[in-house]
Nanobody
Framework: QVQLVESGGGLVQPGGSLRLSCAASGRSVNDMGWYRQAPGKQREWVATITSGGSAKYAAYVKDRFTISRDNAKNTVYLQMIGLKPDDTAVYYC??????????WGQGTQVTVSS
């Protein structure tokens, strides 16, 4: 089993910044990533980072969001800048174990509003 605990969400004004964190405990994980789900919409992929540090991003967040990880702390981060109202969503952390099982965090709310 892998447990994921997210933190760092909140209310921010348009153009502002937030940094999300997701700490993993339990089994070792390989890829870690972030997804988000806005009200009334399906969950969508935001970014993924491998254990080696290779990152990929959805087109709509590239150049605004940066994913990183600290393997020693089993923690993945999502630095978000230039936030827009459309970025309002619950952000979920996902980790894939070495056994290729996906685990999800409980989600953290990000609200971008003036």
């Amino acid at each position: 089993q892998v447990q994921l605990v997210e933190s760092g969400g909140g209310l921010v004004q348009p153009g502002g910044s937030l940094r999300l964190s997701c700490a993993a405990s339990g089994r070792s994980v390989n890829d870690m990533g972030w997804y988000r789900q806005a009200p009334g919409k399906q969950r969508e992929w935001v970014a993924t980072i491998t254990s080696g540090g290779s990152a990929k991003y959805a087109a709509y967040v590239k150049d605004r969001f940066t994913i990183s990880r600290d393997n020693a702390k089993n923690t993945v981060y999502l630095q978000m800048i230039g936030l827009k109202p459309d970025d309002t969503a619950v952000y979920y952390c996902k980790a894939t174990s070495r056994g290729l099982i996906d685990y999800w965090g409980q989600g953290t709310q990000v609200t971008v509003s003036s």
